[in-house]
T-cell receptor, first 111, second 114 residues
């Protein structure tokens, strides 16, 4: 069973601060996705990383896949209240047809 | 928008009653998944389907069954609902082409078993 550990579980910060969320495993994944979920809605895909060491940027969000493809991080610069939500990482395995999810990081950005 | 709908969106039922949740997609995706989401557990896979009448168990399949008689519909059935099955249920599809495992989710069904 592939396991993904996310940290921290909860994060409450002020608008304008920076933050990093971590996603760690002992397993190697073929890809790593990050999702964002708002209350009452399904998760929405933010990004997919597939190559060890890969870095992708989405406006103020920077995603990195570890060199060994076992871990990933999400860094948000100058957080805004609109960034509030549940962030989920998910690792791909089984010839690309399955995902295993981390437990999520609940982020609150206060104005 | 991946064209995924779920019905019902909310349901309250009593212990011991059967419940069926429906997932409908409009884009002919081969793979469909049912997850449940509970606080502290993230998303856990219940069952998945890789084609019409082709299904397999996930991590937490006990107490659930599925059926897929046509490409667009994937049904999740709780034969005899229990309070431990109170949860939010999400359906997902796997993107086509070089999608690198990407899955796209429906809006969810909140199920309460009293």
């Amino acid at each position: 069973t592939q396991l993904l550990e996310q940290s921290p579980q909860f994060l409450s910060i002020q608008e304008g601060e920076n933050l990093t969320v971590y996603c760690n495993s002992s397993s190697v994944f073929s890809s790593l996705q990050w999702y964002r979920q708002e209350p009452g809605e399904g998760p929405v895909l933010l990004v997919t990383v597939v190559t060890g060491g890969e870095v992708k940027k989405l406006k103020r969000l920077t995603f990195q896949f570890g060199d060994a493809r076992k871990d990933s991080s999400l860094h948000i610069t100058a957080a805004q209240p609109g960034d509030t939500g549940l962030y989920l990482c998910a690792g791909g395995y089984n010839a690309g047809n399955m995902l295993t999810f981390g437990g999520g990081t609940r982020l609150m950005v206060k104005p | 928008d991946a064209g995924i709908t779920q019905s019902p969106r909310h349901k309250v039922t009593e212990t011991g009653t059967p419940v069926t949740l429906r997932c409908h997609q409009t884009e002919n995706h081969r793979y469909m998944y049912w997850y449940r989401q509970d606080p502290g557990h993230g998303l856990r896979l219940i069952h998945y389907s890789y084609g019409v009448k082709d299904t397999d168990k996930g991590e937490v399949s006990d107490g659930y069954s599925v059926s897929r008689s046509k490409t667009e519909d994937f049904l999740l059935t709780l034969e005899s609902a229990t309070s431990s099955q109170t949860s939010v249920y999400f359906c997902a599809i796997k993107g086509g082409g070089k999608s690198y495992n990407e899955q796209f989710f429906g809006p969810g069904t909140r199920l309460t078993v009293l």
